[in-house]
């Protein structure tokens, strides 16, 4: 079964600080990609990396910037966390060519 | 360009009614078609998926054919469970482009009581 691990469920912000949330795949996919789901917005691409160190903005990529140094390793950075960054962060990835998207379990991030 | 869009929720079954949740998709070509699962705290699982007109895509009781004539690909469950509540979330890939033109509709809140 594919693996998408993000590495913190839950965490706790102060406004202004930087945050990074780690994502790693272990079924070797090209693409990966950060998501955040919101109440009534449904999912948001933030960005999306189809290649070690190449990455291409979604749709809401203000405020954020990634990092994929490694293939198996997608990072998403909030350079100044702001109370409007308050959301579920979703990495994924998929084999490309390819169909099927598979997610991590998501990261609840509340910037206080 | 591609928009899903889904029966809007939250909807309240009792245990052993019967499911439909709607889906309809705008698109051009010929996309592939996905329902995702999402249980309470969790993030999303992939339910079925169909990648060709007619297809239908089956997992854990759950059903969707994908309709061209009609663009849909309503979810269809004959008898659902208590564990059965979550959000669903219908998407569509573009048959062309890049991978990231994934989309998702803006999910349904299931609910079923016992």
């Known amino acids: 079964d594919v693996k998408v691990t993000q590495s913190s469920r839950y965490l706790v912000k102060r406004t202004g600080e930087k945050v990074f949330l780690e994502c790693v795949q272990d079924?070797?996919?090209?693409?990966m990609f950060w998501y955040r789901q919101d109440p009534g917005l449904g999912l948001r691409l933030i960005y999306f990396?189809?290649?070690?160190?190449?990455?291409e903005k979604g749709d809401i990529p203000e405020g954020y910037s990634v990092s994929r140094e490694k293939k198996e390793r997608f990072s998403l950075i909030l350079e100044s966390a702001s109370t409007n960054q308050t959301s579920m962060y979703l990495c994924?990835?998929?084999?490309?060519?390819?169909?099927?998207?598979?997610f991590g379990e998501g990261s609840w991030l509340t910037v206080v | 360009g591609n928009s899903v869009t889904q029966m809007e929720g939250p909807v309240t079954l009792s245990e052993e009614a019967f499911l439909t949740i709607n889906c309809t998709y705008t698109?051009?070509?010929?996309?592939?078609l996905f329902w995702y699962v999402q249980y309470p705290g969790e993030g999303l699982q992939l339910l079925l998926k169909?990648?060709?007109?007619?297809d239908k895509g089956s997992n854990k009781g759950f059903e969707a054919t994908y309709r061209k004539e009609t663009t849909s690909f309503h979810l269809e469950k004959g008898s659902v469970q208590v564990s059965d509540s979550a959000v669903y979330f219908c998407?569509?890939?573009?048959?062309?482009?890049?991978?990231?033109?994934?989309?998702f509709g803006s999910g349904t809140q299931l609910t079923v009581l016992p």
């Open positions: 079924m070797d996919h090209e693409n």
């Open positions: 998407a569509l890939k573009a048959s062309s482009g890049s991978a990231r033109q994934l989309t």
């Open positions: 169909a990648t060709k007109a007619d």
């Open positions: 698109a051009t070509g010929y996309p592939s």
């Open positions: 990396s189809y290649d070690v160190k190449m990455k």
């Open positions: 994924a990835s998929s084999q490309s060519p390819g169909n099927t998207i598979y």
